[in-house]
């Protein structure tokens, strides 16, 4: 008799502990809402780079862009300011675990590496890997074997640093992707390899570099906004970009800046 009652009682504490440790894991795996904590401390804070047309300043200072402009809309519909830090692009996800960002918001390409180690949100605009070179150089550039010959800018983990890793490109690391640029405006480098929406607004007759052209593309991909791993923010920033498209204002947005045919359907 003695030994069922004992058999009872353990059988009961084992019931209870197993009950705990799955309220523990339940509490475990249950994080604080990033739009919660975003909403509390009133600023929702953007990671980005200088990338025209997604990020720049105007003569004023004031970040402006297709990105930086929906950002904005984001914050406003959050009831929160919007505050915008220049960061290391390699450091980005460190810069969002740390929550010194909230986002990363700079036509970011939606590799592997990014989709495996942050929060994404869907796809909203198409985009390309090309090579740049000086403008009298373009007709040289046929294919991707002829542009083995350069020698490259590459902003530091980039989509562009990987696309000249893929084709075997002697590369040099830099800051930024307008960095990359200003090395071949003043050949310190051959060529350099941008995303084509950049080059569409920074290059060529009428802008800032008319001596410099894009030549051949070498991927195809598409952007995405990167929060925290398991952040809440994505999906409301899916659900923002959604009513945007369906109001007309995402594209509206995007003919400002020049990128309305690269647009993704929400």
């Given at each position: 008799?003695?030994?069922?009652?004992?058999?009872?009682?353990?059988?009961?504490?084992?019931?209870?502990?197993?009950v705990?440790?799955?309220?523990?894991?339940?509490?475990?795996?249950?994080?604080?809402?990033?739009?919660?904590?975003?909403?509390?401390?009133?600023?929702?804070?953007?990671?980005?780079?200088?990338?025209?047309?997604?990020?720049?300043?105007?003569?004023?200072?004031e970040?402006?862009?297709?990105?930086?402009?929906?950002?904005?809309?984001?914050?406003d519909?959050?009831?929160?300011?919007?505050?915008?830090?220049?960061?290391?692009?390699?450091?980005?996800?460190?810069?969002?675990?740390?929550?010194?960002?909230?986002?990363?918001?700079?036509?970011?390409?939606?590799?592997?590496?990014?989709?495996?180690?942050?929060?994404?949100?869907?796809?909203?605009?198409?985009?390309?890997?090309?090579?740049?070179?000086?403008?009298?150089?373009?007709?040289?550039?046929?294919?991707?074997?002829?542009?083995?010959?350069?020698?490259?800018?590459v902003?530091?983990?980039?989509?562009?640093?990987?696309?000249?890793?893929?084709?075997?490109?002697?590369?040099?690391?830099?800051?930024?992707?307008?960095?990359?640029?200003?090395?071949?405006?003043?050949?310190?480098?051959?060529?350099?390899?941008?995303?084509?929406?950049?080059?569409?607004?920074?290059?060529?007759?009428?802008?800032?570099?008319?001596?410099?052209?894009?030549?051949?593309?070498?991927?195809?991909?598409?952007?995405?906004?990167?929060?925290?791993?398991?952040s809440?923010?994505?999906?409301?920033?899916?659900?923002?970009?959604?009513?945007?498209?369906?109001?007309?204002?995402?594209?509206?947005?995007?003919?400002?800046?020049?990128?309305?045919?690269?647009?993704?359907?929400?």
């Amino acid at each position: 008799m003695k030994n069922r009652v004992l058999a009872v009682m353990s059988a009961a504490v084992m019931a209870l502990s197993l009950v705990a440790c799955g309220n523990a894991s339940t509490s475990a795996g249950t994080g604080e809402s990033d739009v919660d904590y975003i909403k509390g401390k009133g600023t929702l804070v953007v990671g980005i780079t200088d990338f025209a047309p997604m990020d720049y300043k105007d003569d004023n200072g004031e970040w402006i862009g297709f990105d930086a402009d929906l950002a904005k809309k984001v914050a406003d519909s959050l009831g929160v300011n919007v505050e915008f830090v220049e960061i290391d692009w390699d450091n980005k996800v460190l810069e969002l675990n740390n929550k010194s960002i909230d986002v990363v918001w700079n036509g970011m390409t939606l590799t592997p590496e990014v989709t495996n180690s942050m929060e994404c949100t869907n796809a909203y605009l198409n985009n390309a890997q090309v090579v740049v070179v000086p403008s009298n150089m373009a007709s040289l550039v046929t294919g991707v074997d002829e542009a083995k010959s350069f020698s490259y800018a590459v902003e530091t983990g980039s989509a562009g640093e990987q696309a000249a890793k893929d084709n075997e490109f002697n590369y040099t690391g830099v800051t930024s992707q307008a960095d990359a640029v200003m090395e071949v405006q003043a050949g310190t480098s051959e060529a350099c390899i941008i995303d084509l929406l950049m080059a569409g607004a920074m290059i060529g007759e009428g802008t800032s570099y008319p001596d410099l052209a894009h030549t051949v593309e070498l991927t195809t991909e598409e952007y995405g906004i990167g929060c925290r791993k398991g952040s809440d923010l994505a999906a409301y920033i899916n659900d923002q970009l959604k009513s945007y498209y369906a109001d007309g204002s995402l594209t509206e947005t995007a003919k400002i800046y020049g990128v309305q045919d690269a647009v993704i359907a929400q």
